[in-house]
Each structure stands twice: as C-alpha cells, then as structure tokens.
C-alpha cells in the first residue's frame, strides 16, 4: 500500500475524494443598518452583516468560487411576535436583503431558510398553541413565508422547521403562483441537536426559546426514522436533501446519499465551528488543516455540497495549495 503513498504526484493520481470551492455553500447573518458589522461571541471570526457589507462579502465569496450563500435573519426584537407575522411581510429583512443582493450580485445562488424561529417570541420554529407547535398553523404561516422569499427574488427556498407535510404544500403553492421555477432544498435529516446553540445567539432566539425542539426535529439515536424523512421530502417535491449537523452525523449522510442518490447537502453548523474555532484559537489544532479535513469528510461520506461558515477560509485556502 505504501507504494501508492510514496510520493505526493502518486498520492494525487489515487486521491478518491476531492474538494472544491464549488461544493460550499456560505450561511450568512445579516441585521438592519448600514456599514455595520457585530462580532458573534460564540462564533470567532463570524459577523452579523448589514445588507451593503454582505453584498461586498457576497462578491468576494463569488470570486472565490461559491455557488450560492444561505441568508438569516436577525430580526429586531420588537418585530418578533407570537405568530410571527414578521415573516410573511415581503418588506421584511431577508426579502430586502435578497433583492439587493440579486441586484448587486445576480449570478450567486441565493438561499432562504424558511422556519419561523427569527420571527417567534418563544424562539419556537413554529407556532405555539397551547403549549404545542401546531403543524398545520404553522405550514400556513411557512407557505406565506417561502411566497414573499420567492417573489423577493429567491433561488432555493429552504424549509428548516421539520413540520410533517411542509414540502409538499410549499411546492404546491409555488406552482400556483407562478414560482416553479424556485428549488426546494429541504432540511429532511434534521436532528434536536445541541450543536446549534451559537447559531441561536447569531439570530437573537436563544434568550427567549421555551424548552426544547424534540417534538420536531429528530432524536440523535435514530437513524432509519432519517430515510423516512428524506423518502417522505422527495416524494413532495423536494430538489435537494439536507442532513443536519454535520460531523457527528456522517453515517446519516453516508445511508441519505446510498439509498436516494439524489443531490445531498450537509450542514457542519455553528456548533462545529464553534468547537474547531476553540480549539484552533487554543493553538491545539492547526486551523487550515483542520478545517480542510472536516470538509473532506463530507465529501467522503457522500455529500454533493456543504454549508459551512469556513466556506471563504476554505475556497481560499484551496485557491492557494491548489488540493488538499
Ligand atoms: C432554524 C435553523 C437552525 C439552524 C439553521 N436553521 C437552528 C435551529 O433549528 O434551532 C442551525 C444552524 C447552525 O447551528 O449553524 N430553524
């Protein structure tokens, strides 16, 4: 075996995995104002964006080779509301954002999460009725919401909420409305997962949430029930699949990719860099190798694209060594 591994040409000519700037895709969090950047405490070397700074960063991210970037919202606190009514009006944050980016920036791919956890009280990504997240008020609310991403100018539309059915009706209404044209990547695989709480102070719902997500998102231990969802997701229509988080789900990833062999994304989420982040800071791992090697696992494992906040660090440090 050492034969192959010898020399750094021969270890090109067997690589069996590869990486590229193509496969990334960058989440962004933008806040009103203008020329404004805040530091994410929990997420070193991530900021919240203005619209006209996440233009400029949007530029550079295309010049680097990134197909598409990922869009959330920090919405003001007083906008945030039991029904989240802030995230069907089509004057909102996000469709601001979105159309100023497609103006400044038509050719980049552009992203929508659709959840109501930026717009809710509670924090929730649905709506509460007595205590409980009501899967069908909530779709109402979700398919209202993807409409006003999709008249904004919208590319992909990302359900992230994990209510039962969402897919479909959003399909259904985005054809109605003249919208067949906008993809839906589906967050299907999506675990109640503890690896997203830096994500929940980038977006302000982490003081506010009430409990948990356990009567939606999915148990940590299943693995099956996550085929189910991918086969229910592709069934209503979804374009692309997603599994979330990333590194300590691989072998999801891994069976998602082998049974459907449809376009498969992963998110290494906030929680992982934060993880990464620390440890590099510490001088106990060395970043850009590190950050090279968790995207490649990815890959390995199967996923056609990965959301990632080193999507810039890595297409640049790609740019630079030409393969890992
Ligand atoms: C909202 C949403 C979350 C993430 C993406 N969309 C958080 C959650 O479900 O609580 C997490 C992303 C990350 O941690 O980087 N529905």
Same mark, same amino acid.
């Given at each position: 075996?050492?034969?192959n591994?010898?020399?750094?040409?021969?270890? @090109?000519? /067997?690589?069996?995995?590869?990486?590229?700037?193509?496969?990334?895709?960058w989440p962004?969090?933008? =806040?009103?104002?203008?020329?404004?950047?805040?530091? =994410?405490?929990?997420?070193?070397?991530?900021?919240?964006?203005?619209?006209?700074?996440?233009?400029d960063?949007?530029?550079?991210?295309?010049?680097?080779?990134?197909?598409?970037?990922?869009?959330?919202?920090?919405?003001?606190?007083?906008?945030?509301?039991?029904?989240?009514?802030?995230?069907?009006?089509?004057d909102?944050?996000i469709?601001?954002?979105?159309?100023?980016?497609?103006?400044?920036?038509?050719?980049?791919?552009? /992203?929508?999460?659709?959840?109501?956890?930026?717009?809710?009280?509670?924090?929730?990504?649905?709506?509460? /009725?007595?205590?409980? =997240?009501?899967?069908?008020?909530? =779709?109402?609310?979700?398919?209202?919401?993807?409409?006003?991403?999709?008249?904004?100018?919208?590319?992909?539309?990302?359900?992230?909420?994990?209510?039962?059915?969402?897919?479909?009706?959003?399909?259904?209404?985005?054809?109605?409305?003249?919208?067949?044209?906008?993809?839906?990547?589906?967050?299907?695989?999506?675990?109640?997962?503890?690896?997203?709480?830096?994500?929940?102070?980038?977006?302000?719902?982490?003081?506010?949430?009430?409990?948990?997500?356990?009567?939606?998102?999915?148990?940590?231990?299943?693995?099956?029930e @996550?085929?189910?969802?991918?086969?229910l997701?592709i069934?209503?229509?979804?374009?692309?699949?997603?599994?979330?988080?990333?590194?300590?789900y691989?072998?999801?990833?891994?069976r998602?990719?082998?049974?459907?062999?449809?376009?498969?994304?992963?998110?290494?989420?906030s929680?992982?860099?934060?993880?990464?982040m620390?440890?590099?800071?510490?001088?106990?791992l060395?970043?850009?190798?590190?950050?090279?090697?968790?995207?490649?696992?990815?890959?390995?494992?199967?996923?056609n694209?990965?959301?990632?906040?080193? @999507?810039?660090?890595?297409?640049?440090?790609?740019?630079?060594?030409?393969?890992?």
């Open positions: 075996m050492r034969r591994r010898k020399t750094a040409w021969s270890r @090109a000519l /067997i690589q069996e995995t590869t990486l590229q700037p193509q496969d990334f895709i962004l969090f933008i =806040i009103e104002g203008e020329n404004e950047r805040q530091p =994410i405490t929990s997420m070193p070397g991530v900021e919240r964006l203005t619209i006209d700074l996440a233009i960063a949007i530029k550079q991210a295309q010049n680097l080779g990134i197909p598409a970037v990922a869009l959330f919202p920090n919405t003001n606190p007083d906008l945030r509301s039991e029904l989240a009514e802030e995230a069907f009006n089509d909102n944050l469709c601001r954002a979105v159309n100023a980016i497609k103006q400044a920036v038509p050719e980049i791919g552009l /992203i929508c999460d659709v959840a109501l956890d930026p717009y809710t009280s509670h924090g929730h990504d649905g709506i509460l /009725i007595d205590d409980k =997240i009501d899967n069908d008020r909530t =779709i109402e609310v979700l398919i209202k919401q993807a409409l006003v991403q999709a008249k904004a100018g919208a590319d992909v539309i990302a359900p992230s909420d994990m209510m039962d059915g969402r897919i479909g009706l959003i399909r259904q209404a985005l054809e109605k409305e003249g919208y067949q044209d906008v993809q839906i990547m589906a967050y299907s695989a999506k675990y109640a997962s503890s690896f997203y709480g830096p994500f929940r102070d980038a977006i302000g719902s982490n003081i506010k949430l009430k409990g948990d997500k356990k009567t939606y998102q999915m148990d940590p231990a299943n693995t099956d @996550a085929l189910h969802e991918v086969g997701d069934s209503e229509g979804a374009d692309m699949v997603m599994v979330k988080p990333g590194m300590p691989l072998d999801i990833v891994q998602v990719k082998q049974t459907f062999q449809c376009p498969t994304f992963v998110y290494q989420v929680g992982e860099y934060a993880m990464l620390a440890a590099i800071e510490n001088g106990w060395d970043k850009d190798k590190v950050i090279l090697e968790s995207l490649i696992s990815f890959k390995r494992a199967g996923a694209g990965i959301l990632t906040y080193f @999507a810039c660090e890595a297409a640049q440090l790609l740019q630079d060594y030409q393969q890992v």
